[in-house]
């Protein structure tokens, strides 16, 4: 017996010992940085067609984050819709400002950024999403908007306040939040008239409806999103900035728990202006309100052609009606 304590005694010293080694060498970690990745070098030509789409796709997928009201500029904001166990996390000053914005950072630099997570310093960038599979022509497109006179990205001289992550936060970007690469070839998206390919173009590509409607952030394949645990079935937990839970739904062709009974048309109310058949949808769901009727046609119908996934999320339980 007492030969057993001795041994579980040497066993459980070793356990706390590589806790206590792996807790010390992530401290000393903190948020990795990284070689830079290629780059590219020549700067975005601004076309009227880009700005127009520059602004719907900030409108769709950055505003949220980085909007500071108080000034009506991207200048950034704490992060109140993230998990408190998170720390302390701040959107970043992404106006024109060459100090406190990305007023100096190379059109490459930036597209780097949304291709990878790697800033032109190194350091990885936290909870800011990765764009892999977005077409370059939609990339260069947010790229001319924010070098653009609109009001948004004017030079706003807020300073970004350090990051607070704590050790959850420094754990994941040491295990499993990883940079994902430059692609290594041209990203076209399919033609419009090619409806399924490009419905599913904007769900994994242009907008990452995927990343909130599958499972969890933590089980999604960046670099194979249909690849996620529970692809599109909704689930994933989610806060609002008053810090309470909201679910993600399930967005399958399943008739009872999805949106198989749904028309074309109740689906685009629904995506546009967060009308939804089952009552108003609430943050963190955007209002994609430039959306063309003729892409969200065709997300309805990529959504009703693949795999059905039965998952009651809480709207299928009458949750809704209490909101
Ligand atoms: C879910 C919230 C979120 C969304 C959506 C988001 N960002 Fe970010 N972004 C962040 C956070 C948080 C940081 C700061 C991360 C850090 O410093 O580690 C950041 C950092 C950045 C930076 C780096 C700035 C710097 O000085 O370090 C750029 C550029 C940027 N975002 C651009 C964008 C663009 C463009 C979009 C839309 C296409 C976008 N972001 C969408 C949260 C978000
Ligand atoms: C930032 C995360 C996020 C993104 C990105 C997102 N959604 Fe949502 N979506 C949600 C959440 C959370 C809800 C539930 C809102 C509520 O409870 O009020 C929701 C609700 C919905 C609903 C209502 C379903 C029902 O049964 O009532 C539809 C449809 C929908 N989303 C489609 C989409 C599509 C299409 C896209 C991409 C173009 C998208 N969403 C992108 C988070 C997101």
């Known amino acids: 017996m007492k030969k057993f304590f001795k041994i579980l005694g040497g066993v459980l010293g070793v356990v706390v010992l590589a806790v206590v080694g792996f ?4 401290q000393a970690r903190g948020i990795p940085t990284y070689d830079k990745p290629p780059t590219p070098t020549t700067a975005v030509a601004a076309t009227p067609e880009r700005l127009a ?3 719907s796709l900030v409108l769709a997928s950055c505003v949220d984050c980085h909007m500071n009201k108080q000034t009506n500029t991207l200048s950034g904001h704490q992060m109140l819709d993230v998990p408190q166990e998170f720390g302390k996390l701040y959107s970043a000053n992404i106006t024109q400002d060459k ?3 990305i007023g100096n950072w190379t059109d490459g630099e ?3 950024l949304l291709r990878t997570g790697i800033g032109r310093d190194g350091r990885y960038r936290i909870i800011m999403p990765h764009f892999v599979h977005m077409s370059d022509e939609d990339v260069n497109s947010i790229v001319a908007f924010l070098r653009s006179d609109h009001q948004w990205v004017q030079a706003d001289p807020t300073t970004t306040p350090a990051q607070e992550p704590s050790l959850l936060v420094k754990t994941l970007v040491n295990t499993v939040m990883k940079p994902t690469p430059m692609p290594a070839q041209p990203v076209v998206a399919p033609a419009p008239t090619d409806q399924l390919a490009y419905g599913r173009y904007l769900i994994v590509g242009r907008y990452q409806c995927y990343e909130c409607h599958s499972k969890d952030f933590k089980t999604n394949n960046a670099l194979e999103p249909e ?4 692809y599109l079935g909704g689930g994933n937990h989610l806060l609002n900035e008053q810090g309470r839970d909201i679910v993600s739904r399930n967005i399958t062709g399943d008739p009872e728990t999805g949106i198989g009974d749904w028309t074309a048309g109740q689906f685009q109310q629904a995506v546009k202006f967060g009308m939804s058949p089952n009552g108003p949808l609430s943050a963190p769901m955007p ?3 430039t959306m063309s009727d003729e892409d969200a046609a065709a997300i309805y119908a990529y959504l009703q052609s693949i795999p059905k996934i039965k998952n009651a999320t809480p709207e299928d339980k009458g949750a809704v009606a209490a909101k």
């Open 227 to 230: 690849k996620s645990e529970g």
């Open 53 to 55: 789409m520059g602004r």
């Open 110 to 112: 930036v597209i780097a």
């Open 287 to 289: 209002k994609y309100s």
């Open 99 to 101: 100090d406190h914005g």
């Open 23 to 26: 807790i010390v060498w992530v």
